[in-house]
Structures are given as structure tokens and as C-alpha cells.
């Protein structure tokens, strides 16, 4: 039987309302200092009742809010240092400060000069819009940080909508004060359903199913099944020469994103262009045949995953979820199983590769007594050796694999190590 390669875990949060206060997006990162540093946010209809009178005075029309923890113990111990009004963030470090950007609604910063003990007030980055995300990876280069998003683009689409969002690279120096507006840079971008349709794919059987173009299908008692679209961006530059996609004026990146096709196994791609007036320009990637390469073969790419570059191995580093059940039928699902068959978030796995299309298996790292006990979401930082994740996790009190209760710290020991 294969052992997980961090089954134990400390929590760093548990909700104290389970059935209505959620555990999500969990963030992590690591100061000079070597304090860890999270950051997740709790959404559901009790959060009101934890925010009391403040909760009439966030942002945007999703309620929820969030929270920056850190541990001076190398994630054995836990402490609250912040609660702010905004989420689907993620902390960052740039220019010896530290960073929360997310949105509520707009895009949404926050900053601290002493490793997260104190805060700035959160300011906003745009003006009006309508943003989406989660807490994937920051891409560190020639003297810019650089983080992917979601735009809400299409909004006339009922329920869940993937099919309406545009991924968008914010761009800032480093040294630049990122609480200022006018130091970042935005991508320009496309929806999802402004560049392919399901009609212009056959023979590789996606999408899996048949939904209208503008609304869910219900498949079975209380199982939807979504528009096609994409969401959840990682950021990848590809550093070797030899490599199809190598860009040498360095002027290329790369988005993996989540793929919500209703089955498993695929991702979506698009490669993000700067041009030489400093716009960013978003284009699909091509294979030598000229075909473009929308969806490629991806280990988890139909849930949230998270992509690490490590510069000592030269690898790309890829925590997902594991499908393990995806062709049961409607009619033969699991009870606990969160909606279709491809929402199995139990099983977190562990990938490496040297191009981001073949991966070698480097282990599960955490895995649930039974599908109820979620192990999904998570992010992950390098800690000398070690690669520490953060994950959004459930156990018998939560709600269900979807609206987990739990916030888990995990510690992948001599990670390098696995390679092979």
C-alpha cells in the first residue's frame, strides 16, 4: 500500500460553524525570515454572523471575508494576524514586502513591512470590474512580479461560469509601491466563450457532456454539469532552449489553467505575449502541426491546481488532485461524491516534470479516510528543503467535499529527493 508523503498535517484553522461557514482558498508563503505566512478565506451564510455590523460594509456583492495566520515554528503552531475584506488572494513577497492581492469584486492589495504582524488598510486596484480567482502561483522575472486572475467577462450565463471568464496577467516591478494602481500593468484577454465554442471539438471527447450554451444541465437529482470554460490560472515560463514553447527574448508566458470540460485529465493553455510598447497581448499556443493547443493532457488540470518552478531542480512542480472514478455512472456515484463524477477531491498528488506536458508521478501526499475528508485547493512554497502545502480540508463535521471546514498545513520532507 503506498504511503502518503504527508498524511499528518497541523490545522490552522478549523471553522466553529461548519455547516455554514466554509474554509477556502488557501495561500501560502515564506518570509526571509523563514515565517510561514497563510492567508484563506471563510465564505457560507454565517460568515454575517461572524463579521456582525462590518459585514454590511464589504465590497462587492459575494460576502464573505479573510484571513492572514503565521507560524514562527515552522507550521507546528498558528497564530491570527489579520482579517480583511476581500478574498480568492494570495500573499506574495516583493521589493522585502509582503503582499495580499485579491478582489471583491475589484481587485483588491494589502501590504505589511514586518513579515505580517501589522497591515495596511486594503486598497483597490481597479475600478468597477467584476474578478474571479483563486490562490495559484506568482512568477518572479526581470525585476517584475507577475500574478494571473480571472476577469468576469460574460455575466448573462446562469450558474456556475467558466465560460465567461478572461484570464489576465497583472504585471508590477518589484520595487514599485503595489499599493499604487499605476504600477501595474493588465493583460489584454479573451473569454473563454469569446474564442471556442463545443461545436468546434470532436474526436477526443470534450466537452464530456451536452449542456446549453448559457446555462447548467442537470444530469441527475442535483448534479449539474456546467458551460465549458476555463478558470484558476497558473503562470509558466519555459527556461530551456530546447523546449517547443522556449520564448528567447524572454518575452512569453504561460497560463495553465483549470479546464471545466465535465471530465478529467485535461487543462487549458494560453500563452500571454509582451509587446514592444509594454502591452501584454494573450494569443493559443500552437503545436508544429499549426493546430492549436487549447486543451493539452494534464494530472488534475479539471480541479484547482497549483505550479511551482524550482531553480535547484529545474523542474516544474504540479499539486493536484487525483481522479480515480471519473467513468462511473450517474447512477452508480458515490453519495459523498460533491456533484459529477470528476469532482473527486480526496486524493492530493504530487507531479514533476521538465516541460509541463509529461509528468512523473512523484507521490500522493495526502489522502482522506473517505471522499467526505476533502484534501483540494492547495498551494505549496519552497522551505529550503522542503515543500510546504497548504491545504483546504474536511473531516466528519464538514458540510461536504466542496464546503470544507478545515484549513491543513502539510510538510513534504526532502521533496528533491523524489525525483527519479
Excluded at 486594503?122 to 495559484?136: E, F, I, Y
Excluded at 468576469?152 to 471568464?165: E, F, P, Q, S, V
Amino acid at each position: 500500500m503506498m504511503r502518503a508523503l504527508a498524511d499528518d498535517f497541523e490545522i490552522v484553522y478549523r471553522s466553529e460553524r461548519p455547516q455554514d461557514v466554509y474554509c477556502y482558498t488557501p495561500g501560502i508563503v515564506v518570509t526571509a525570515s523563514r515565517r510561514v505566512v497563510a492567508t484563506f478565506d471563510l465564505g457560507g451564510a454565517g460568515v454575517r454572523n461572524l463579521l456582525g455590523p462590518k459585514g454590511s460594509r464589504a465590497r462587492g456583492t459575494r460576502f464573505g471575508m479573510a484571513k492572514v495566520y503565521v507560524s514562527d515554528d515552522g507550521g507546528c503552531s498558528w497564530a491570527e494576524r489579520n482579517t480583511f475584506p476581500f478574498w480568492h488572494a494570495r500573499p506574495f513577497i516583493a521589493g522585502g514586502r509582503l503582499y495580499v492581492l485579491g478582489h471583491a469584486g475589484d481587485l483588491m492589495i494589502m501590504a505589511s513591512d514586518d513579515e505580517g504582524e501589522t497591515w495596511s488598510a486594503p486598497v483597490a486596484l481597479t475600478v468597477n470590474m467584476k474578478w474571479h480567482g483563486s490562490s495559484c502561483n506568482v512568477h518572479y522575472a526581470n525585476g517584475h512580479v507577475h500574478l494571473a486572475l480571472d476577469e468576469r467577462r460574460d455575466l448573462a450565463i446562469d450558474g456556475w461560469n467558466t465560460a465567461g471568464l478572461a484570464p489576465r496577467v497583472l504585471r508590477a516591478r518589484i520595487d514599485d509601491d503595489l499599493l499604487n494602481p499605476k504600477s501595474w500593468t493588465i493583460s489584454e484577454s479573451f473569454a473563454f466563450n469569446e474564442t471556442v465554442s463545443p461545436s468546434d471539438f470532436d474526436l477526443f471527447g470534450v466537452p464530456f457532456y451536452d449542456t446549453p450554451i448559457r446555462a447548467p444541465a442537470e444530469l441527475g437529482s442535483g448534479r449539474f454539469c456546467a458551460p465549458m470554460g476555463w478558470l484558476e490560472p497558473n503562470i509558466v515560463r519555459f527556461h530551456d532552449p530546447a523546449h517547443l514553447w522556449h520564448d528567447p527574448a524572454g518575452r512569453t508566458l504561460h497560463l495553465f489553467l483549470r479546464a471545466n470540460t465535465g471530465g478529467t485529465g485535461y487543462a487549458a493553455l494560453v500563452k500571454v505575449i509582451e509587446q514592444d510598447d509594454g502591452r501584454l497581448t494573450t494569443a493559443l499556443e500552437t503545436v508544429p502541426s499549426g493546430k492549436k493547443a487549447l486543451f493539452i493532457p494534464f494530472p488534475g488540470g479539471h480541479l484547482k491546481f497549483f505550479v511551482l518552478y524550482d531553480d535547484e531542480t529545474r523542474l516544474y512542480w504540479l499539486l493536484s488532485s487525483q481522479a480515480t472514478d471519473s467513468m462511473v455512472r450517474l447512477t452508480h456515484i458515490s453519495q459523498a461524491r460533491y456533484n459529477l463524477p470528476s469532482n473527486e477531491r480526496h486524493r492530493l498528488q504530487l507531479h514533476f516534470s521538465r516541460n509541463c506536458i509529461d509528468w512523473c508521478f512523484a507521490g500522493l501526499v495526502a489522502a482522506g479516510q473517505t471522499e467526505r475528508h476533502a484534501r483540494n485547493y492547495a498551494s505549496m512554497a519552497v522551505d529550503r528543503d522542503d515543500l510546504l502545502v497548504l491545504c483546504r480540508s474536511g473531516d466528519d463535521e464538514g458540510r461536504d467535499p466542496q464546503y470544507t471546514n478545515l484549513i491543513t498545513f502539510h510538510r513534504v520532507k526532502e521533496f528533491r529527493n523524489l525525483v527519479y
